[in-house]
């Protein structure tokens, strides 16, 4: 299994960026996928998710500002991020969950890094 996020960087405040995460070695269209993301001495916390139905859930720190979708023929999942703030800044992680039969998968990207810039 892997997942691969892209997209990250350096941006200003107010800007934009959009993040991919293409998935391999999972029947994607079946997970539930996800964002997370981590700031240097913070927990890890949840940006957004989408359900295989496409139902999403998103932080209320980021609600109205990142928009998270899928293309399940592509097998890739992505967060629209404006009108950035600083404190957006951290390492995010590109998530894959499922529940089945009593039993829970959860695959992790390697993380992609986003600075915004004041």
């Known amino acids: 299994v892997q997942l691969v996020e892209s997209g990250g960087g350096l941006v200003q405040a107010g800007g934009s960026l959009r993040l991919s995460c293409a998935a391999s070695?999972?029947?994607?269209?079946?997970?539930?996928m996800g964002w997370y993301r981590q700031a240097p001495g913070k927990e890890r916390e949840l940006v957004a998710q989408?359900?295989?139905?496409?139902?999403?859930n998103i932080a209320d720190s980021v609600k109205g500002r990142f928009t998270i979708s899928r293309d399940n023929a592509k097998n890739t999942v992505y967060l629209q991020m404006n009108s950035l703030k600083p404190e957006d800044t951290a390492v995010y992680y590109c998530?894959?969950?499922?529940?089945?039969?009593?039993?829970?998968?959860?695959?992790w990207g390697q993380g992609t890094q986003v600075t915004v810039s004041s």
């Open positions: 998530n894959a969950h499922l529940v089945v039969a009593g039993s829970t998968y959860d695959y």
């Open positions: 070695g999972i029947m994607f269209s079946i997970y539930a």
């Open positions: 989408i359900t295989s139905g496409g139902t999403t």
